[in-house]
């Protein structure tokens, strides 16, 4: 079976992993406060707040915020259901808006179509890892008074105008879940460029604690913590942050990787079903920015009568394990009766789009055979390869 993805893991992460745990610090300590600045340097933010997912990166921005009962956030239906429970998490309205047809992002129109003078904030996505518009959203949030807060979780390593995505984000929420270019198991990172706002987080994470508990074990003498609100428990551990140090090292060896298995999918694409499958159409960089080529999304034209399932149950039982496009949280049973503008865009991606198998080990030879598994799938004729 090709899997649809695999972490790029070896002896370094597993190497870096022991050494924590024989340090005795396995908690959160030295390591996640030198991943904080590794991270926070290379995505070019000024502050970063190592936390225990991209989920809870989420909730303690909106938190920092002040959203709550009665607030509208809006965040698009077409993304993982974290973002739109993070806002449910604060007892505020997740507003969902529809996506553009060539990013499968959030635009400014379509943000503007579900503003309201309860609108508090707008999480962006940037989809996949591909750079959503964040200048044209922001101009149009601004002068309203509305934070744009940027969902990166698949966005390491891609770039807007020519800089890190999140560089200039008012706070970004990032993922190492093992679907991610980068791991740690498990975990995630708040980046943001005001420091009252990561230092307030840094208590957020660890129960609103006066002084952490690194700092009490590690500063020695008699150290009695206050504890100034109600807050969280979302910590990472020194032992992720060990294994995510290596994991950012890798970063920029990872993203050339992948666009180079993306450019091989394009041509391949374009050889086995450009003329029996017009209007198939592939994940791209847009105009503005570089994709990190987190997930390979194609989506099926209208004209194809086979369903979207039905490839990906032909693509499994010949040996290639594909995914479903990106999930539409409206018509999930959790959402099921909330509220929504219609969202055909989203709809479409969520039903015609499938994610082909990328990862760093990936060889030219499977490439060749997801794609003449897939023309198969489509019912055409098998490549000649």
């Not at 509208?72 to 449910?88: D, G």
């Not at 029996?276 to 920015?289: F, K, Q």
């Not at 004209?303 to 499994?316: G, H, I, K, S, W």
């Amino acid at each position: 079976m090709i899997p649809v993805m695999k972490p790029w893991l070896g002896p370094e992460e597993a190497e870096a992993a022991s050494a924590a745990v024989l340090s005795g610090w396995v908690a959160q300590g030295p390591k996640v406060a030198a991943f904080e600045d590794a991270f926070a340097r290379r995505v070019a933010a000024l502050h970063a707040v190592a936390v225990s997912s991209c989920t809870t990166a989420l909730h303690v921005a909106l938190h920092l915020l002040d959203v709550r009962a009665g607030d509208e956030v809006v965040v698009p239906s077409l993304s993982f259901i974290a973002t739109a429970n993070a806002v449910r998490y604060c007892g505020a309205t997740p507003v969902f808006a529809d996506v553009e047809p060539e990013t499968g992002n959030l635009s400014a129109a379509t943000v503007e179509a579900v503003l309201t003078e309860r609108t508090r904030a707008v999480i962006l996505v940037h989809q996949a890892g591909v750079p959503a518009d964040v200048d044209a959203i922001r101009a149009l949030c601004g002068p309203r008074g509305v934070t744009v807060v940027e969902d990166a979780a698949c966005a390491a390593g891609a770039t807007y105008r020519g800089v890190p995505v999140g560089a200039d984000a008012e706070m970004a929420a990032w993922s190492f879940h093992p679907r991610k270019l980068i791991t740690t198991g498990e975990g995630g990172m708040l980046t943001t460029n005001r420091a009252e706002w990561a230092t307030r987080a840094k208590r957020l994470r660890e129960h609103g604690m006066s002084v952490s508990a690194a700092e009490r074990h590690s500063g020695g003498g008699a150290v009695v913590e206050s504890y100034l609100e109600t807050a969280f428990n979302y910590r990472m551990t020194d032992i992720q942050a060990a294994v995510g140090l290596v994991q950012l090292s890798k970063l920029d060896a990872i993203v050339r990787r992948r666009r180079e298995l993306a450019a091989r999918y394009h041509e391949l694409l374009a050889e086995e079903l450009g003329a029996d499958v017009p209007g198939l159409r592939a994940v791209r960089d847009p105009e503005h920015g570089t994709t990190n080529y987190q997930s390979f999304w194609v989506m099926l034209p209208d004209e194809v009568a086979v369903t979207r399932n039905d490839v990906l149950a032909r693509l499994a039982e010949r040996g290639v394990s594909a995914r479903r496009g990106i999930m539409a949280a409206h018509l999930e049973p959790a959402y099921a009766g909330h509220p929504h503008v219609g969202l055909p865009v989203t709809e479409a991606f969520t039903t015609r789009s499938l994610i082909l198998p990328l990862y760093h080990d990936l060889t030219a030879e499977e490439q060749v055979t997801v794609v003449g598994e897939l023309k198969a799938a489509l019912r055409l004729p098998l490549p000649s390869h």
